[in-house]
T-cell receptor, first 118, second 110 residues
Framework: QVQLQESGPGLVKPSETLSLTCTVSGGSISGYYWSWIRQPPGKGLEWIGYIYSSGSAYYDPSLESRVAISVDTSKSQFSLTLRSVTPADTAVYYCARGKPSLTGVVYWGQGILATVSS | QSALTQPRSVSGSPGQSVTIPCTGTSSDVGGYNYVSWYQQHPGKAPKLMIYDVTKRPSGVPDRFSGSKSGNTASLTISGLQAEDEADYYC??????????FGIGTKVTVL
């Protein structure tokens, strides 16, 4: 059974960089797409971006200038970096296998709350 | 790109059917047959219920069905059950390798 686990700091200061890692177990990271999706408290889901195991990445246009997703197949991990954060970036961040539609996402991490506050 | 439009809430009695519309544009919902639906219970990760407009993943009851007409996709829950009470989100491919979610609909079982 494929399992995903997010890790990273729960608190980030405004204007700094949020870095999260997703560790994949129970299956190979190669040959799949890997997504990051977030959910501000009390609000809806927001697609951030995804990466293929070969390294090609695509992002939401509204975040593209601040976001990067990378993959390390040797560690079965992929990562999210979000620069110049503001309180509006406070959210539960989910890592997931697959694209949000076009076959959809079956496997999700449990989510990690990242709070932006001084 | 703007979030897809969904009603904030719908409700129904056990055994009834409810339909949740998801309205976009010709650049997303109307332009591709790549709409998915997710169910989310409080404090839990979303669960895929429908993908590619009409397809159900293994294990999803056939009470859940999807359809699309023009720029509007719909999720129908037939024979509503108490455990169906949750938030539901649509998601569509929006071209150029991007995706957009709906604002979400809370389904209440009366």
């Amino acid at each position: 059974q494929v399992q995903l686990q997010e890790s990273g700091p729960g608190l980030v200061k405004p204007s700094e960089t949020l870095s999260l890692t997703c560790t994949v177990s129970g299956g190979s990271i190669s040959g799949y797409y890997w997504s990051w999706i977030r959910q501000p408290p009390g609000k809806g889901l927001e697609w951030i971006g995804y990466i293929y195991s070969s390294g090609s990445a695509y992002y939401d246009p509204s975040l593209e200038s601040r976001v990067a997703i990378s993959v390390d197949t040797s560690k079965s991990q992929f990562s999210l970096t979000l620069r110049s954060v503001t309180p509006a970036d406070t959210a539960v961040y989910y890592c997931a296998r697959g694209k949000p539609s076009l076959t959809g996402v079956v496997y999700w991490g449990q989510g990690i709350l990242a709070t932006v506050s001084s | 790109q703007s979030a897809l439009t969904q009603p904030r809430s719908v409700s129904g009695s056990p055994g009834q059917s409810v339909t949740i519309p998801c309205t976009g544009t010709s650049s997303d919902v109307g332009g591709y047959n790549y709409v998915s639906w997710y169910q989310q219970h409080p404090g839990k990760a979303p669960k895929l219920m429908i993908y590619d407009v009409t397809k159900r993943p293994s294990g999803v009851p056939d009470r859940f069905s999807g359809s699309k007409s023009g720029n509007t996709a719909s999720l129908t829950i037939s024979g509503l059950q108490a455990e169906d009470e949750a938030d539901y989100y649509c998601c569509s491919y929006a071209g150029k390798y991007t995706y957009v979610f709906g604002i979400g609909t809370k389904v209440t079982v009366l």
